[in-house]
């Protein structure tokens, strides 16, 4: 059966994709996306995004042409959505928000556009996080309040606000945006505390800290976890906590035995051969006593008009200008030189947010305030480390780093320093990525592959030149789509779905599950 490929930009943000310019695929003269990971072990996925070149002979899609019939509607952040329907079945490739649009210019130029697209990465990356301390959760739970943070833009019946028609009638014509935007596995790893050291040090003493986005918090949990956060084809945050590939329970999805037009392979190479891990964590002291000073109005007034409210944002610091956390924190000792307020507080693990509201009937001026709370001091960096004593004899001293600011002990530290060891430390092949292609449209080939393979699905890769055989996970995809959509380039990034060399049968040990828990025979214990 032949393949149709629909590629719409939902120009009215209504979320139907049917409105009469929004199918852009007979305009569309090249397509290139890629989504998920594109080396092997990472944690955070890169942004994923879309490139298309269209034809704007007709200026529909110049965003200057008041003549357009698209005029006032060719701006950022409209939902842009690949489809594909092989007769059987419709598949989303790839989601998301339109970010520029670069029509060609010249008057005998080409007659062409740019429309640049990305994932939700960026909407992550400007949240900045205000949550409180995270104390005894999980990393999804974690994340799933970061992800609250986050703030989509609005799309008609899609996402939850607060008033607007379409928008506001919950679990009817919309939705929250955690449940509708995010899946999340429980973590593996329960987290004694979190969020206290989410903060920047500034180089020098007179700059300013930098604000921490959720976009960092969430890389800094699920480095902790050793999990993977993506974004997938329909543009949800996706959460593996760390059991999720190391059981490798997936079954078989494709396998190519010679059957590819291009494969990256290496053999022990320096991006992946490490015989020294040293995994840094920090611990950390909380004071006893809800009185300690986190921040006080110095050499400052701030005026509140009459009948007004004045708020202002602040940073948790210990003294010397270095950024601390702190939790069970109060406003006190508000004093004022003129008029008289009252004060509240929205304080979160690393900062928090005054509001001053003027109870009398004149402009107040306030002198004094302090902010008191129990201080959370990082208590300096350890450091646990793992050595393969043999494979630095053989193969030199290859260090490998891993900074886990959420890591609060050192047994769990020594945990995942000698795991990455197992993964790193002896020289093997990998494949690291596998293209193939196909008529886009007519198929053959890997066609059914390229339609269904996706972030998480296993594959084994057969080449008889290197004599590599070895099962993969398919971690980053990446298209291209030329020619009027006859030829079809995929790109598959992978990382091998056994993670130590060698491995024993079984591994990982687990408690009770046959095949996987003869300790010391035909297992052995990770984390």
């Keep these: 059966m032949s393949t149709t490929w629909t590629i719409c930009i939902d120009w009215d943000r209504n979320g139907d994709y049917i409105g009469t310019y929004d ?3 007979t305009r569309v003269l090249k397509a290139n996306w890629f989504l998920g990971f594109n080396k092997p072990y990472r944690t955070l996925a890169d942004n994923h995004f879309l490139d298309l070149e269209l034809d704007n002979s ?21 939902p842009v959505r690949i489809q594909s329907n092989d007769g059987t079945t419709v598949r989303t490739h790839w989601t998301g928000w339109l970010e520029a649009i670069t029509p060609a210019v010249g008057k005998y130029g080409k007659r062409t556009v740019k429309i640049t697209a990305t994932g939700s990465m960026q909407f992550f990356k400007a949240a900045e996080t205000r949550l409180p301390v995270q104390e005894n959760k999980r990393a999804d739970e974690i994340i799933r309040d970061l992800v609250d943070e986050v703030l989509y833009p609005y799309t008609a019946g899609q996402t939850w606000v607060l008033g607007k028609a379409g928008n506001s009638e919950l679990s009817s014509s919309t939705y929250l945006a ?23 040090q500034s180089v020098t003493p007179d700059a300013p800290h930098d604000s921490f986005d959720v976009y960092h918090a969430i890389s800094d949990i699920v480095a902790a976890e050793r999990g993977r956060f993506f974004f997938d084809r329909e543009g949800r945050a996706i959460f593996w906590n760390r059991h999720h590939l190391l059981l490798g329970t997936a079954p078989l999805a494709a396998s190519f035995t010679d059957t590819m037009t291009d494969l990256a392979y290496t053999y022990a190479g320096l991006d992946y051969l490490h015989n020294e891990v040293s995994v840094v964590c920090h611990p950390r002291s909380t004071s006893a006593v809800t009185t300690d000073l986190l921040w006080s109005l110095e050499d400052a007034v701030i005026p509140v008009d009459a009948g007004g409210t004045r708020t202002i944002s602040i940073n948790y610091d210990d003294g010397s200008g270095r950024r601390i956390g702190a939790k069970d924190v109060s406003v006190t000792n508000v004093t004022c030189e003129e008029g008289s307020v009252s004060a509240s507080i929205s304080a979160n693990a690393s900062g928090a947010t005054l509001t001053f509201t003027n109870t009398g009937n004149k402009e107040a001026i306030i002198i004094t305030c302090e902010v008191r709370g129990r201080k959370i001091v990082d208590n300096g960096e350890m450091e646990a480390a ?3 004593t043999a494979s630095v004899n053989g193969y030199g001293r290859r260090t490998l780093r891993i900074n886990l600011p959420s890591v609060d002990n050192l047994p769990e530290a020594q945990t995942i320093a000698r795991h990455e060891l197992w993964v790193r430390s002896q020289p093997r092949g990998i494949a690291q990525s596998l293209t193939v292609q196909s008529h886009g449209l007519n198929g053959g080939g890997q066609h059914n592959a390229q339609l269904g393979l996706s972030l998480g699905n296993l594959i084994r890769v057969t080449e008889t030149q290197s004599g590599h055989v070895a099962d993969y996970f398919v971690m980053g995809e990446a298209h291209e789509l030329t020619n009027g959509a006859t030829l079809w380039k995929t790109t598959w990034y992978l990382e091998p779905r056994k993670p130590v060399y060698n491995a024993p049968t079984g591994y990982p040990w687990m408690l009770g599950v046959e095949g ?10 990770t984390y």
Excluded: H, I
């Excluded at 357009?68 to 950022?76: I, Q, V």
């Design 23 to 25: 199918d852009v695929s």
């Design 516 to 525: 996987r828990s003869n300790l010391g025979s035909s297992t052995t214990v």
């Design 178 to 200: 955690a449940p509708a935007f995010a899946y999340l596995e429980a973590g593996a790893l329960r987290f004694g505390q979190a969020g206290d050291n989410w903060v920047r």
């Design 386 to 388: 793992a050595v393969d």
């Design 58 to 78: 007709d200026k529909r899609y110049s965003p200057d042409n008041s003549f357009s019939p698209l005029y006032g509607k060719l701006l950022p952040q409209r």
